[in-house]
């Protein structure tokens, strides 16, 4: 099974990089994952009143070539819906 790895990057520039990674059947799956993390590290930042937030997680093979990328603007997280509404 392939291995891709997960990098966040942030909306302050700095990354993260998913130095294990893991193996997904296909870069179709691996996107599904990136999406759920990404929805998972926004919802946290915003219930942490975090200063830095995710928002791309780039999604390499295990060469670390690039295959895809999820952004911020792709998911809207409830907690993100939430919180427009309580301002």
Do not use: Q, W
Request: aromatic fraction near 4%; glycine fraction near 10%; charge should be negative.
């Amino acid at each position: 099974m392939p291995r891709y790895s997960l990098n966040i990057e942030y909306d302050d520039g700095s990354t993260l990089a998913d130095e294990d990674g893991a193996e997904f059947p296909d870069i179709n799956a691996a996107i599904v994952e990136a999406r759920k993390s990404l929805k998972a590290l926004v919802c946290d930042t915003i219930d942490t009143d975090g200063n830095r937030v995710a928002t791309y997680i780039h999604i390499g093979d295990g060469s670390g070539i690039k295959r895809g990328v999820v952004s911020i603007g792709t998911v809207t997280p409830d907690c993100v819906k939430a919180a427009l509404k309580a301002e």
